[in-house]
């Protein structure tokens, strides 16, 4: 079936879906139909505001599946990730939201509670869903009630080690549970590991079509009234593992296995989930889909069957409609390899996400030198403090909100043994479209706080190149590295260097020390010229190095009437926090204010439109700027008090 192809498809029977209901009442012929509209539907409005394309169009047939087996919400239906819950949406009322998608005000790319009862949980990190599903049916059991619990979890984000934390307890618990297992073979680009390796045999099997028959054939002809399920399961699963072995793996760990069912087969996929949800215990119900089903460039699109394109894309060729742009990710793709082109030492590692963080490039030139660990960034942490203790001088590559999960790792497996490892953190600050659970606004406070541990926020190309290669210059603790999404800023030269501290900007008058963090560093050329027009003089500074807070930042800081701290973090513990607790400490009795991002859930929308809502616009900050300094009563300080340059290696704690 293919979208272009589709032209008697007029969304006919998608017009008549308000709720799970009118799903349940389709004939299988209309469903057929109902698939074929639901893919037009995403691609018309995906392609417009950009998402999660690929991996909704391999869920058509699956979910509409789960609605006609169970009876949500009362029934729990969870998704793991959640970023393949589109067709979910589109069932249970939400078709309407869709020319709003990602945008602000509008639906979310995720599962959200405010948009539906029909969303129990909302995530958009991996590996989650079994866990929640354990906790709920062990609730539901507690409680007596009788309500199915379903959690739809990839290949991808089983390869998180939380996916197989969950299976131990729920093989133990035993309590009725539905796991649906989305094998497409891929989390962004093919899946990497042991795993996948399993499933990929079972897959590429030459008596996989057999199978497949073989389990419509048992499932459908199954008496499943009178003979108890274990027997017809077991005898079902005995049956498969002669042909394929693999899968002996989901029954090693006592939980019963249902499959492979071809997961593009509604009537397949109904059978299985029916004979699971009447088994009465934890089943797995393994699913084989394609990811980008049914639309072309998705399904040929080798990198990662679009995946999630950022923006709206192309509907005939799938390609971005925006004008491509060096962005940050690409400074460091470039810069890494020049750097490992140096130092054989240098290794890269990427939990799952080569292209989206650069270490693509790396693995096309030192494939030998790059490790995929999968969604494992715990794993990656202390495999990385293996690596370093091996020798070697490993740089992890994620984005900045999924590093949080190795907080313990990054502080004792590798800090607490000095370990030289770099951590670059991409997507850092506020992100936008994907919302709250994908900003990278914890890192400065959560990682700040990690003994030993340097952490730098480039401002630009340039400074993005100079503070990696400080970076791994670094053999006695853990580094970090963070910069946002998106093209990366224009060059913002400095006029000096005190220590480690950059000068951007100066004035006559030393009223304002203004500490523009990372790409904040344009913002706050404009705030100064901005307060300038008001009589104030401003000097602008860039820490580069913000942990440990440089000794010269608070030497600059005595230097002046007012400190303002500019950051695309949260303000708890971020950069501003931890410079007026030095200035405390070295008794500098500077006022100090602190702009940033409030520890709070902020929805989604664009940067801009975000950082606008929080205050942290040029204009914003220049009027509280000049509102704060108007305020002070005290005199200006001679200029000469200033320290001069010394030495740019940053210090350690
Ligand atoms: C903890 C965490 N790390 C990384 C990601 C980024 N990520 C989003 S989806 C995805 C791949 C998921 O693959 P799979 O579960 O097989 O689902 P598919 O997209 O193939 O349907 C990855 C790595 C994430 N969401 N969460």
């Known amino acids: 079936m293919s979208v272009e192809e589709d032209t008697a498809n007029q969304g006919r029977l998608l017009a008549t879906v308000h709720g799970p209901q009118d799903v349940k009442r389709m004939s299988a012929s209309e469903l057929d139909i109902l698939s074929a509209e639901i893919r037009d539907f995403l691609v018309a409005k995906v392609s417009r505001t950009g998402g999660h394309i690929g991996p909704n169009l391999g869920v058509v ?16 239906l969870l998704f793991d990730t959640g970023h393949q819950a589109y067709v979910h949406k589109i069932i249970t009322g939400r078709q309407e939201g869709f020319d709003q998608l990602r945008q602000r ?4 790319g995720y599962p959200s509670r405010a948009e539906s009862d029909h969303d129990i949980i909302e995530n958009s990190h991996a590996s ?3 866990s929640y599903a354990d906790g709920l049916a062990k609730a539901y059991a507690l409680r007596g009630e009788a309500r199915s619990v379903v959690a739809v979890v990839g290949d991808g ?5 939380m996916c197989w934390e969950a299976l131990n307890n729920i093989a133990a618990a035993g309590n009725p549970l539905v796991i649906v297992v989305n094998d497409n073979g891929r989390s962004y680009a093919p899946t990497i590991g042991g795993l996948a390796d399993h499933l990929s045999t079972l897959r590429l099997n030459p008596g996989y079509e057999k199978v497949l028959d073989t389990v419509k054939d048992a499932l459908g002809s199954t008496p499943l009234v009178g003979k108890p399920m274990y027997e017809v399961l077991h005898a079902v699963k005995k049956g498969i593992k002669d042909a394929v072995a693999p899968q002996a793996m989901f029954e090693d760990l006592g939980i019963k296995y249902v499959g492979p069912v071809d997961g593009h087969d509604v009537a397949a996929v109904e059978t299985a989930l029916r004979a699971a949800k009447n088994f009465g215990g934890p ?3 393994h699913a084989v889909t394609r990811k980008g089903y049914g639309y072309r460039p998705a399904e040929e699109d080798e990198a990662d069957c679009l995946h999630g394109p950022g923006g709206a894309f192309d509907v005939e060729t799938g390609q971005l409609v925006a004008a491509p742009s060096v962005k940050w990710t690409h400074v460091f793709a470039d810069e890494l390899v020049a750097i490992a082109d140096e130092r054989p030492d240098v290794v890269g590692i990427t939990a799952a996400m080569a292209e989206p963080t650069g270490i693509a490039k790396l693995a096309r030139k030192y494939p030998e030198r790059t490790y995929d660990v999968g969604i494992a960034e715990q794993h990656a942490a202390t495999s990385a403090a293996g690596l370093a203790l091996g020798g070697l001088h490993p740089v992890v590559a994620v984005y900045a909100t999924f590093l949080n999960r190795a907080f313990d790792q990054v502080l004792l497996d590798v800090a607490m043994h000095k370990l030289p490892v770099t951590f670059v953190l991409d997507r850092a600050g506020i992100t936008g479209p994907d919302g709250p659970s994908h900003y990278g606004i914890w890192d400065m406070s959560v990682f700040g706080v990690v003994p030993g541990l340097r952490m730098a926020a480039p ?8 503070e990696l290669r400080e970076a791994v210059a670094v053999d006695d603790g853990p580094t970090v590295l963070r910069y946002p999404s998106g093209a990366v800023a224009a060059d913002l030269p400095a006029i000096r260097r005190i220590g480690t501290v950059d000068v951007l900007a100066e004035s006559a008058r030393t009223d304002v020390l203004l500490v523009a963090v990372g790409a904040f560093g344009q913002l706050g050329m404009e705030v100064a010229a901005r307060v300038a027009e008001q009589g104030y003089g401003v000097t602008v500074v860039d820490p580069r190095w913000v942990r440990p807070v440089p000794a010269e930042l608070v030497e600059l800081a005595a230097g002046h009437r007012l400190v303002v701290t500019v950051e695309d973090g949260v303000r708890l513990g971020g950069v501003g926090d ?7 400490d070295a008794g500098v009795q500077v006022p100090l204010r602190d702009l940033g991002v409030p520890a709070d859930w902020h929805p989604h929308g664009t940067r801009a439109q975000i950082l606008a809502d929080l205050g942290l616009t040029a204009q914003d900050v220049a009027r509280d700027v000049t509102g704060w300094i108007s305020r002070l009563e005290t005199t200006p300080v001679d200029p000469a008090r200033l320290t001069s340059e010394s030495t740019p290696t940053p210090s350690a704690n």
């Open 61 to 76: 047939e699956l979910t509409l599946a789960m609605h006609r087996v169970f009876d949500s919400p009362r029934d729990r």
């Open 105 to 108: 005000g509008g639906l979310s």
């Open 128 to 130: 989650t869903a079994l």
């Open 157 to 161: 984000a089983l390869t998180g080690g």
């Open 283 to 285: 089943v797995i119900v």
């Open 459 to 466: 401002r630009d190309a340039a400074t993005l190149r100079e």
């Open 578 to 584: 931890a410079l007026a607790q030095a200035m405390r």
